[in-house]
C-alpha cells in the first residue's frame, strides 16, 4: 500500500492542482509541498526497513495477458533515487514559490511539476521493464511541457521540441531493448531479469539489448553526442533546471544504467562503448562549460560533464567504480540544484545571468554569495565538501582502468577533466563574487527573502556534511544501494577526507593547482579556444530536421494526394484483391446448415434496404434527398435488430441515425445543396466494380458463415457469467463496460481523440480557400428571415428537459435493461441537437455552460480512474463490483461501480457531439462575421 501511495500522491496533487486553478498561488504551492512531503515522509516509513536488506515489493494484476503488471519495488536504490526526487522536488516547489512571478499560471507549472514528479518516481520504482517504459515516456512528455512552459518564447519552444525529438528517439530505442530483453530473461519481471545475467549475456540478441538500452539511457542524460538537447533546455524556468539538472530527467539514464548494471555489464562489450562514451562526455562538457559566460550554460554543460563522470563510473565494471558512481549521485544532486537556484537569485535580483555584466556580489548579497560559492567548491571537488571525496574516488577507480590497452590513459584524461571542472566551478565561484561589480548590474541588487535562500542552504548545507560525515550521513545509504547495483556485497566502504598521500590526492591536488592557472589566464586561453572548430549543434539539429522534413515532405507528395476517393479505391481494391486471392487458394465454400423462411414483412423490408442504397447512389449530387434515403437504411437496419432480438442493438442505431442524421443537416446547412459532378464516367464505372466485387464477396462470406453449424464461443461465458460476476442481466451492458471494458476505454479515446479531430479540421474552415467558397456560396444564398420557425422553438424547449429525463433513465437501466451510458449520451446529444435546429448557432451557443474539451477529458479520466480503482483492492484494471442496497421509501436497489464507466462513456460520447456542434456553429458566425466585414 505504502508504494501505492508514493506512486499516486504526485498525480493526485496533479487532479488537485486543475481543480483549484482559480484559487490562490499560495493554495497551489501548499497542494503540491503537501504531495511532495507527504511522498517523502511515506518513503522514510520504509528506509529502516529496506536499508535492513529487505526490499518492498506490490503487485497488482493489471494486463497479465501481456505480462504488464503494475509491479513496484522498493530497494535501496529505489530509495535513494525516490528520496532525492521527493526532497528536492519539496524543495524546488518552496523555492518556485518565490521565484516565479506574480502573474504566473502556478496551477499549470505545478501540475507539469507534479507529473513530472510522479513519472519519475514510477521510474524509480517499477518492478516490470513494461511498466518502466510507461512511466519513461511520461518523463520525456512531462519534461517537454516544463521545458516549454513560457511558450511565447521561441526559445523555450525550441528547447521543448528538441528535448522531446531526442529523448523520445532514445525511448523508442528502448522500448525495442527491453522487449529483447525480456525476451532473453524470458521474463519483464525486473527481478527475474536480474538474476539471469548469465542467460542475457549468453543470448545472440545481447549485443541488440546492449545498444538499445544505451541509446535510451545516453539521449536521457545527455550523453555525448546526444548532449546538446540540455543546454537548450535551460529556456524553462530555473525551477524547472534545478529539479531537471539534479534530481529527475538527466539522472534517469544514470539511474536506468545502474538499475540494469547486473545483467549487461561485465562484458567488453559494455565497457567498450560505457566507459569511453562518459569519458569524452566529461571531457567535452568541461571544456565547454569553461567558456561559457550565461551562468545557467555553465551549469547546464557543467551537468553533461558530470553525468558523464558517472557513467564512465559505470561503465568501468567494477563494484568500486559503481559505488564512486552512487556517492557522486547523492553529492551532484546536492550542489546542482543549490547552483541553479543560486543562478536563479542572480537573475532574479539583478535581471541578468551574464558573468560578463556580473561581479563583486560578495559585498552586496553576501547570503546568497556564501551559498554559491560553497556549491562551487563542491562541485570543484574542495574540501572538506562531498564532490572532494567522490572526486578522490573516481580518480582512484580511473589510475586502476586500462583503456586500449594504454594504462595512464583513462586517468590522464580523467584528471584533464578535473582540470577543466574544478577551473569552470572556481570562475563560477571567483568572478562572480569578487572584482569590481560592473555597470550592467541592477541598480540595488540585495539577497532575497528565505523562500528563494532557505532551500539552497538546506542543500549547501547537505553538500558540507556529505564531506564532514560522509559515512554517518551516507554511508549506510550508499553502501546498500551500492549492493544493490551489483547484485550482491558491495565492497568495504571508507568515505573520508584523508586516505593519505595517494595517486588519487597528487592528481587531485594538481587539478587543482593547474585549474587555478587556467582561471588566472582564462581571458588568454578563452581567445586561444575561441579559434578551434566548434560546431553549434543547435545549428547541426536545425539542419537536420529542416532536411528530414523537406524529404518526407516530398515524399508524402509523392504517395499522398488530396483525393480521398483515391484513398477509398485503394484500399478497397487491395482488400477485395487479397480476399479473392484467399478465396482462390483456400476456398469458402458454403455449410450444409438448414435455411430458415423469410417472413414478407422480412422480404419488404430487405427490399427497402435495396432500393434505399441503390437511391443514395443515383442521387448522390443532391445532398438531402440523399440523406433521407440513409435515414431509410439505418431505420430498416433497427428493425432487422428487433425483429432478431437484439433491442440493445436496435436502440443504439436508432440513436446513432438521428444523432448522425442530424449532425449531417447541420454540415449541409454550410454547403451548397447540388455540388458539381466531380467523376467522369470510367472513374464512375471502376467504383461499380470494386463496390460490386466487393459486396458479393462479403454477402457470398456472410452466407458461407451462416449455413455452418454454430459452435459455442465465448457468447456463452457472457451469458453464464453477466449476472454472477457483473451484476447485470444486460449482457451487451455487462460486456462493454466490465468483460470487454478495456476495449470501450479504448474506443472511448479514439472517439475523444475523433473530437478534437473535428475541432482541429472545423476550426480553420472559415479561413483560407475554404472560407471564402463559404462566404461565396453564402453570398448566393440568402436566408430566410423563417429559418427558425415559432412552434418549432418553442416545441422544443420543453421537449429538452423531458429528453434528458429519458436519457438518464436509460442511463440508469443499462445494466439490467436495454440501454447504458452510449445511448443515453446519444439522447442528451439529440436534445441538444433539436436545440441547435429549432432555434440557431447562436442563440444555443450562447447558453452552453460546459465545454467540450472538459466533457471528453472529464470523460476519460472518469473511466481511467474507475479502472485504476480497481487496483487499489488488489483486483486487475477495469474489474467491477457491485452490490445490494436498502434505503427507506425507496427499498432495494442495486450499485455496481461499472456505472461510474459508464458515466465516463456518456461524458466522452456527449463531448465529441458538442464538439462537432459548437464547431458548426462557430463555423457559421465566423462566416457571418466576415460578410458583415466584407460588407462594411
Known amino acids: 500500500m505504502a508504494l501505492l501511495t508514493l506512486i ?22 501548499l497542494v503540491a509541498a503537501a504531495g511532495s512531503a507527504l511522498g517523502l515522509a511515506v518513503l522514510l516509513s520504509q528506509a529502516d526497513m529496506v536499508l535492513s536488506g529487505r526490499t518492498v515489493a506490490a503487485r497488482l494484476a493489471w494486463l497479465p495477458a501481456l505480462g504488464l503488471d503494475v509491479s513496484l519495488r522498493l530497494d535501496p536504490l529505489a530509495l535513494l533515487f525516490a528520496g532525492l526526487i521527493l526532497g528536492i522536488g519539496l524543495l524546488v516547489v518552496v523555492f518556485a514559490h518565490g521565484y516565479l512571478a506574480g502573474d504566473e499560471p502556478t496551477a499549470r507549472f505545478l501540475s507539469f511539476l507534479m507529473l513530472f514528479q510522479g513519472a519519475m518516481i514510477g521510474i524509480a520504482l517499477s518492478g516490470n521493464v513494461l511498466l518502466l517504459l510507461v512511466f519513461w515516456e511520461l518523463t520525456s512528455l512531462a519534461s517537454f511541457l516544463l521545458i516549454g512552459f513560457w511558450r ?29 530483453l525480456g525476451k532473453a530473461a524470458g521474463s519483464h ?8 545475467a548469465d542467460l542475457v549475456q549468453a543470448s545472440p540478441l545481447y549485443p541488440a539489448i546492449l545498444i538499445l538500452i544505451l541509446v535510451g539511457a545516453f ?186 590497452g594504454q594504462a595512464l590513459l583513462v586517468p590522464a584524461l580523467a584528471t584533464i577533466a578535473a582540470v577543466l571542472s574544478a577551473a569552470y566551478s572556481l570562475r563560477y565561484a571567483v568572478a562572480l563574487h569578487f572584482g569590481r561589480r560592473r555597470t550592467g548590474d541592477a541598480a540595488a541588487p540585495h539577497d532575497p527573502g528565505a523562500l528563494l535562500l532557505g532551500p539552497p542552504a538546506v542543500l549547501g548545507g547537505v553538500a558540507l556534511a556529505l564531506g564532514l560525515l560522509p559515512m554517518t550521513l551516507a554511508g549506510p545509504l550508499v ?32 587539478a587543482i593547482a593547474i585549474a587555478v592557472l587556467l582561471l588566472r589566464h582564462h581571458a588568454a586561453v578563452a581567445r586561444l579556444a575561441a579559434h578551434l572548430p566548434s560546431p553549434d549543434a543547435r545549428r547541426l539539429f536545425d539542419a537536420v530536421m529542416t532536411t528530414a522534413v523537406r524529404r518526407l515532405r516530398h515524399l508524402s507528395a509523392l504517395l499522398h494526394v ?72 439505418g431505420l430498416v437496419m433497427a428493425l432487422a435488430f428487433v425483429h432478431l432480438s437484439a433491442p440493445d442493438l436496435a436502440l443504439t442505431q436508432i440513436a446513432v441515425e438521428a444523432v448522425t442524421i442530424l449532425l449531417m443537416l447541420l454540415a449541409l446547412h454550410l454547403l451548397p445543396g447540388a455540388p458539381p459532378r466531380l467523376s467522369g464516367v470510367p472513374r464512375r464505372v471502376r467504383d461499380g466494380v470494386i463496390a460490386a466485387v466487393g459486396g458479393l464477396g462479403t454477402g457470398w462470406l456472410a452466407w458461407a458463415v451462416m449455413t455452418r453449424p454454430a459452435r459455442e464461443g465465448i457468447s456463452r461465458f457472457h451469458w453464464d457469467n453477466s449476472y454472477p460476476r457483473g451484476g447485470g442481466t444486460n449482457v451487451v451492458n455487462v460486456t462493454l463496460v466490465d468483460f470487454r471494458a478495456f476495449d470501450t476505454l479504448g474506443e472511448i479515446t479514439v472517439l475523444g481523440i475523433a473530437g478534437l479531430v473535428i475541432f482541429a479540421l472545423l476550426e480553420p474552415a472559415a479561413r483560407g480557400t475554404a472560407g471564402r467558397r463559404l462566404r461565396e456560396w453564402r453570398s448566393r444564398h440568402r436566408f430566410s428571415p423563417e429559418r427558425h420557425p415559432m412552434m418549432f422553438v418553442m416545441a422544443t424547449r420543453p421537449l429538452l428537459p423531458l429528453i434528458l429525463l429519458v436519457g438518464l433513465h436509460v442511463f440508469l437501466r443499462g445494466h439490467n435493461r436495454p440501454g447504458g451510458g452510449f445511448v443515453a449520451a446519444l439522447i442528451f446529444s439529440i436534445a441538444m441537437l433539436l436545440q441547435y435546429l429549432a432555434s440557431g448557432f447562436d442563440w444555443t451557443d450562447a447558453r452552453r455552460r460546459i465545454g467540450e474539451h472538459q466533457l471528453i ?25 457491485f452490490g445490494h442496497f436498502r434505503l427507506p421509501l425507496i427499498g432495494e436497489f442495486e ?12 461524458l466522452v460520447v456527449v463531448g465529441a457531439v458538442m464538439m462537432a456542434l459548437a464547431q458548426l456553429a462557430h463555423v457559421a458566425q465566423r462566416a457571418a462575421r466576415h460578410d458583415g466585414e466584407d460588407a462594411a
Open 562 to 633: 488530396a483525393s480521398l476517393q483515391r484513398y477509398l479505391v485503394v484500399l478497397f481494391a487491395v482488400a477485395a484483391a487479397l480476399a479473392i486471392d484467399a478465396a482462390l487458394r483456400f476456398g469458402i465454400p458454403a455449410g450444409h446448415r438448414a435455411t430458415t423462411p423469410a417472413s414478407p414483412a422480412a422480404i419488404i423490408a430487405w427490399s427497402a434496404l435495396i432500393v434505399a442504397t441503390v437511391a443514395v447512389v443515383a442521387v448522390d449530387r443532391r445532398r438531402y434527398l440523399a440523406l433521407i434515403f440513409i435515414g431509410v437504411i
Open 8 to 29: 499516486a500522491l504526485p498525480f493526485l496533487a496533479v487532479v488537485l492542482l486543475a481543480a483549484t486553478r482559480r484559487a490562490s498561488r499560495r493554495v497551489h504551492m
Open 895 to 906: 450499485l455496481a461501480t461499472a456505472m461510474l464507466f459508464d458515466l465516463g462513456v456518456a
Open 189 to 196: 519481471e525486473l527481478a527475474t531479469i536480474l538474476s539471469r
Open 219 to 404: 539521449t536521457k542524460s545527455a550523453q555525448f553526442p546526444f548532449h546538446f538537447w540540455l543546454p537548450h533546455a535551460m529556456a524553462a524556468p530555473t525551477p524547472v533546471s534545478a529539479y531537471l539538472h539534479s534530481a529527475t530527467m538527466v539522472k534517469a539514464g544514470v539511474f536506468l544504467l545502474a538499475r540494469l548494471w547486473p545483467v549487461l555489464a561485465g562484458s567488453d562489450l559494455w565497457f567498450g562503448i560505457v566507459a569511453p562514451v562518459g569519458l569524452a562526455t566529461m571531457l567535452f562538457g568541461a571544456g565547454v562549460a569553461l567558456f561559457r559566460h550565461d551562468l545557467k550554460a555553465i551549469l547546464a554543460y557543467s551537468t553533461i560533464s558530470q553525468l558523464g563522470l558517472m557513467v564512465m563510473l559505470l561503465g568501468f565494471g567494477t563494484a568500486a567504480a559503481a559505488v564512486a558512481a552512487i556517492f557522486h549521485i547523492l553529492n551532484h544532486a546536492a550542489f546542482k540544484a543549490a547552483l541553479f537556484m543560486h543562478a536563479g537569485i542572480v537573475d532574479h535580483e539583478t535581471g541578468t545571468r551574464d558573468l560578463r555584466r556580473l561581479g563583486g556580489l560578495a559585498a552586496i548579497m553576501p547570503l546568497t554569495a556564501t551559498l554559491g560559492m560553497l556549491a562551487a567548491a563542491a562541485m570543484a571537488g574542495l574540501p572538506p565538501l562531498g564532490g572532494f571525496i567522490s572526486k578522490e574516488m573516481m580518480l582512484t577507480e580511473s589510475a586502476h582502468t586500462l583503456l586500449a
Open 479 to 510: 553502501a546498500a544501494a551500492g549492493a544493490a547495483v551489483i547484485g550482491g556485497a558491495a565492497p568495504e566502504l571508507h568515505l573520508s577526507l584523508w586516505h593519505g598521500i595517494n595517486p588519487a590526492l597528487l592528481m587531485s591536488v594538481g
Open 857 to 881: 477529458g472529464f470523460g476519460l479520466l472518469v473511466a481511467m480512474a474507475t479502472g485504476l480503482g480497481s487496483l487499489v483492492f488488489g483486483a486487475p484494471f477495469l474489474t467491477s463490483s
Open 152 to 180: 511565447d518564447r521561441a526559445d523555450a519552444r525550441q528547447g521543448a521540441r528538441m528535448a522531446l525529438t531526442i529523448t523520445g528517439g532514445g525511448g523508442l530505442a528502448l522500448v525495442a531493448g527491453m522487449l529483447l
